[in-house]
């Protein structure tokens, strides 16, 4: 089973990327997808998440309004649409899928985004 994000660099302020996390090794369409992120020297907190099932979304209130995210069940993967860059938001962001039926859970390794001008 892997969880592999992509997506990460650096970007200046105000600027956008997505985050793409692919999926293999378990039925997709089962799990709840979440990013997460990790800023140095702090906890992992939520970003955002997605439902299979009913598509429904959460965000983080330090991102809402700035991000988005989405699936595509056909191609294992979820991205993570985030626009107007802050250099807070500067982390290792994290893939992460839970199972909705037995609560397996899986992380990625991460991939790093760095605001900065």
């Known amino acids: 089973l892997q969880l592999v994000e992509s997506g990460g660099g650096l970007v200046q302020p105000g600027g956008s990327l997505r985050l793409s996390c692919a999926a293999s090794?378990?039925?997709?369409?089962?799990?709840?997808m979440s990013w997460y992120r990790q800023a140095p020297g702090k906890e992992r907190e939520l970003v955002a998440g997605?439902?299979?099932?009913?598509?429904?979304?959460y965000f983080a209130d330090s991102v809402k309004g700035r991000v988005t995210i989405s699936r595509d069940n056909a191609k294992n993967t979820v991205y993570l649409q985030m626009n107007s860059l802050k250099p807070e938001d500067t982390a290792v962001y994290y893939c992460?899928?839970?199972?909705?039926?037995?609560?397996?859970?899986?992380w990625g390794k991460g991939t790093l985004v760095t605001v900065s001008s």
């Open positions: 992460y899928a839970r199972n909705v039926y037995d609560g397996r859970e899986y």
């Open positions: 997605i439902i299979s099932v009913s598509g429904s979304t």
């Open positions: 090794g378990f039925t997709f369409s089962h799990y709840l």
